[in-house]
């Protein structure tokens, strides 16, 4: 008879997963950073849509330079200059958090708190900056959230960005676990390939930027976790008569993601 692997962690992407921080948080930073520099960028809110192809902030400035300012990269010190907006960004995101302008999806605080309750290990695999990820914990969740997390893989802690796998398969090792004793939740179709390439069964909670992402391979697409007084809707997946996301729906589904496999 075959051994069932038991739900044992659940590892959350960060942007549009947790929270919905791309327009109206990494886009506003950026346009700051670019002010602040004395520079003509402005990227609205259809361009950043755009621009989101390209995970990681540094690298989504390379590319929107190749494309509208190639002059700036032949700058011998284009590097360095990047590298000083995307401080700069993340210092006017993290104040941006720390005055509560960005809340969390809802279903996230209620399903991490239950997790925390059911044993369940929990992890961060997201391509955001350490700092973006400990601010926006703190301040939309809880003081201490960050001890919540086991292991925070974020940044430049692998050299390869989503939609490469690294991420997760590093999160995996700093956790000892395989991918068949957790769950991924992500928002957007390169996160997807991410997760899926690291053999993580995913679940996908829609942001204002992926409502058309190819999300082929999830086990389920929701617009949100939901909550008992504010339901989900149901893009993919069956629910089994529930409304929002628990713990218990969750264990139901990864028992039957495991006996198919």
Not at 70 to 90: E, G, M, N, V, W
Not at 168 to 177: Q, R, S
Not at 201 to 230: C, I, K
Request: proline share 5%.
């Amino acid at each position: 008879m075959k051994t069932q692997l038991p739900l044992q962690a659940l590892i959350f992407d960060v942007d549009g997963t947790l929270a919905d921080t791309e327009r109206d948080g990494h886009r506003i930073a950026f346009n700051a950073a670019f002010e602040e520099a004395g520079m003509a960028w402005h990227w609205d809110a259809a361009l950043y849509g755009e621009l989101l192809a390209v995970t990681g902030g540094k690298e989504r400035m390379r590319f929107y330079a190749e494309k509208h300012d190639p002059a700036f990269l032949q700058q011998a010190d284009a590097d360095d200059r990047i590298k000083a907006l995307h401080a700069s960004k993340t210092r006017h995101y993290l104040a941006l958090v720390g005055r509560g302008g960005i809340p969390l999806q809802p279903g996230v605080a209620r399903l991490m708190r239950e997790a925390r309750a059911a044993g369940l290990r929990l992890a961060i695999a997201t391509t955001t900056t350490p700092e973006n990820v400990t601010s926006l914990l703190k301040a939309s969740l809880a003081p201490d959230a960050e001890s919540w997390f086991e292991v925070i893989g974020a940044g430049d802690v692998v050299p390869k960005k989503k939609p490469a796998p690294d991420i997760y398969t590093w999160v995996l090792e700093k956790m000892n676990l395989p991918a068949g004793a957790c769950l991924a939740f992500e928002d957007s179709a390169n996160g997807l390939r991410a997760s899926l390439a690291a053999d993580l069964p995913t679940l996908v909670t829609e942001s204002e930027y992926t409502l058309d992402h190819d999300f082929t391979g999830a086990f389920a697409v929701l617009s949100d976790l939901g909550e008992p007084d504010r339901p989900c809707a149901v893009r993919r997946g069956d629910m089994h008569g529930r409304h929002f996301v628990d713990i218990e729906l969750l264990q139901i589904w990864h028992r039957e993601l495991i006996s198919n496999t």
